[in-house]
């Protein structure tokens, strides 16, 4: 019988359970990596992938590995790192243009994933390439 060996099909205008989660989590990706540096909570990524809240980030953690909230953060920390070592600008002036709401929570986040403080890790890239 056909039936038996054939592909499961999702029903014509529908996409399928699985395709349909990637597309939630592409999207919400996406909103974090165009909006991360702005004022911007896992209800709003939420809202731009069109999903309950809850559901969000329950499917996000799944998917990712990460929170909402850690993936924005870690894409500010990103941005926050390329500034450091590309620009001459104050860190704090840099905390806040990479959406940090306060230096102080600018500076546990970068001393916890980085493992050293903003200031001293400009420094220690600036000797790595003036030797370079």
Do not use: W
Request: hydrophobic share 40%; proline share 3%; net charge neutral.
């Amino acid at each position: 019988d056909l039936r038996e060996i054939s592909p499961r099909t999702p029903k014509a205008g529908h996409l399928g359970h699985d395709h349909d989660r990637a597309l939630r989590v592409e999207k919400m990706a996406q909103f974090i990596g165009e909006h991360a540096l702005e004022n911007i909570h896992a209800d709003d990524v939420a809202t731009a992938a069109e999903l309950h809240p809850n559901y969000a980030m329950a499917l996000y953690k799944r998917a990712i590995g990460l929170t909402i909230k850690q993936s924005i953060t870690r894409h500010r920390l990103d941005m926050a790192q390329s500034m450091l070592i590309a620009s001459d600008f104050a860190v704090a002036s840099i905390a806040f243009d990479c959406g940090f709401g306060s230096l102080s929570s600018f500076y546990a986040a970068f001393e916890q994933r980085f493992h050293t403080s903003p200031a001293v890790f400009r420094q220690s890239y600036s000797r790595i390439t003036k030797v370079a």
